[in-house]
């Protein structure tokens, strides 16, 4: 038994020793993980803070390398990857080691195989030396609409001007960030699904809709996430993975949802992933509030952007060669700009004519509109404009004006009748696709066959058509379901059925 006195001597000596093996169990720095294989055909995983070094002591006589290794040179490098602590390195490599043969090989492929996609921007060295500096990879996976397309070009524009490496195969990337749709219930659950895909190595962030939707709460629901962005922030991005590069160790989360407005030069740094065609962010937000629709909630308020500024990115983007634009926003036919002070604006027809003059664009579009700030002389310079496509995407979710009025839209039945008259009328070979929701609180059969039968007199060339679901904070979300799930997709599939019909004879 140790004596009470004894123990008061014992008791400094066993923290200082746990105190420096901690210290170095979190060591930050350059750690690598490697696999190498051997003259007869097997594979030795290990950790080093010197690679070049430590492969050279395994590949000669110097009674420095691994003893295993001993009579099996020459060596081959056939894996390796960067960590920014000892602990995580240690613990990859204990991982490994525990894999079978055929589980190491499949690691070893994906490696090489992103190496040559990727060759300058991954770490990688060689028997002679040479050892080249890592840049961490970044792998995006865009959900819905071309609003987060635009937006994870925003994001890849940002994280290459830091540096960052972008890469198409999630394996091998060091962070994943998932830009999320909010819209529906059944966008949300394949990010829930993508999620626990992913290694707990990488860091995983959540940016988008969803994490403005649902903030701090993704971490409760998702061990696995380590940042939580929203639309208004993705500025902070780099700056958000720097946190977590340096405190990844005490599993530090990170979100960042307060911001109101995007800076302007985040537009302006010339990623695009068509290399002729861009989408041009117009406006951001909406201030409409339809009573289905989650949008205002996550992404804010209508914000225009100043038209000198959509002009310049548009210039910017021909320069890299691009020849057709579309010109984005929630609400386009409500976009309006300040001249110099608030008599003088330009709306969204004026800044249709400006881009229909810039030198180099050979073509453009826009999307999307809202029935109710739709008029006439858009349609009238819809067909003065050469450049301008001649496809209208005009929502018009029901053919029901009970419905209608439910959803808050701001307009019946015979405005969006008189509408389509008159875009046809003017524009005699325009195309024209909307958007239609089956199922709504309160759609009877009467209601939906309104919306059945304006969908066959109006032959629409495309029509998305999608089953109501409740999104958090909407109006809508306090009306009782009365559809059953069964009922909607009855009307789904009706509806989609009719449209296939109606899409087959227009081609």
């Not at 500096?133 to 994280?159: A, H, W």
């Not at 881009?355 to 109710?372: A, C, D, R």
């Not at 029901?400 to 009025?405: A, E, F, H």
């Not at 405005?415 to 046809?424: E, G, I, P, T, W």
Request: charged share 30%.
């Amino acid at each position: 038994m140790i004596k009470t006195a004894e123990l008061s001597r014992f008791i400094p000596m066993v923290v200082k020793s746990s105190r420096k093996i901690r210290a170095k169990f979190i060591r930050k720095g350059k750690f690598y993980v490697y696999i190498v294989e051997c003259s007869d055909g097997t594979y030795y995983t290990g950790y080093t803070n010197d690679l070049e070094r430590r492969i050279n002591e395994h590949n000669n006589s110097c009674g420095r390398g691994a003893k295993y290794l001993k009579g099996k040179t020459p060596l081959k490098l056939v894996y390796v990857k960067e960590y920014n602590y000892y602990r995580n390195a240690v613990r990859v490599e204990r991982d490994i080691k525990k894999r079978t043969r055929m589980e190491k090989e499949a690691m070893i492929k994906a490696y090489a195989q992103s190496r040559e996609k990727l060759a300058p921007q991954i770490c990688c060295a060689n028997l002679s030396g040479g050892l080249t500096p890592k840049r961490l990879s970044v792998y995006i996976k865009t959900f819905g609409c071309q609003m987060n397309v635009r937006d994870s070009e925003v994001i890849c524009g940002l994280l290459r001007t830091k540096n960052y490496a972008l890469t198409t195969n999630p394996d091998e990337a060091d962070v994943v960030i998932l830009n999320t749709c909010s819209v529906r219930q059944h966008a949300e659950n394949r990010v829930w699904n993508a999620i626990d895909k992913y290694s707990d190595q990488q860091i995983i962030g959540v940016v988008g809709c969803m994490a403005q939707n649902y903030q701090e709460q993704i971490f409760e629901k998702s061990k696995k996430v380590d940042f939580v962005v929203g639309p208004q922030d993705i500025a902070k991005i780099p700056e958000v993975i720097e946190k977590l590069i340096d405190h990844k160790i005490f599993e530090r989360k990170v979100w960042e949802t307060d911001g109101e407005v995007r800076p302007e030069k985040i537009y302006h740094h010339g990623f695009y992933q068509d290399q002729e065609h861009a989408f041009v962010v117009i406006s951001e937000g909406c201030s409409n509030f339809c009573s289905y629709c989650v949008v205002p909630y996550v992404r804010g308020p209508l914000r225009n952007r100043n038209y000198k500024d959509i002009l310049k990115e548009i210039e910017e983007a021909i320069v890299k060669g691009i020849t057709r634009i579309t010109l984005l926003g929630q609400n386009v036919n409500a976009y309006k700009s300040t001249v110099h002070g608030p008599q003088s604006t330009v709306n969204f027809v004026a800044l249709l004519k400006m881009v229909n003059e810039i030198e180099g664009l050979e073509e453009f579009s826009f999307m999307t509109s809202h029935p109710k700030d739709t008029t006439v002389e858009l349609f009238k310079t819809m067909e003065d404009l050469d450049k301008l496509k001649k496809h209208l995407h005009l929502p018009i979710q029901s053919g029901s004006d009970k419905i209608l009025k439910l959803m808050n839209r701001g307009y019946d039945k015979k405005l969006y009748l008189d509408l389509v008259k008159n875009y046809r009328k003017i524009i005699k070979d325009g195309s024209l696709t909307t958007d239609i929701i089956v199922g709504f609180p309160n759609e009877t059969e009467k209601d939906f066959q309104d919306t059945y039968d304006l969908i066959k007199k109006i032959q629409f060339n495309a029509a998305y058509i999608f089953k109501y679901s409740p999104r958090p904070h909407t109006k809508a979300q306090e009306f009782i379901d009365t559809v059953e799930k069964k009922e909607k997709e009855r009307r789904h599939r009706l509806i989609l059925d009719l449209q296939r019909e109606i899409s087959k004879k227009k081609k």
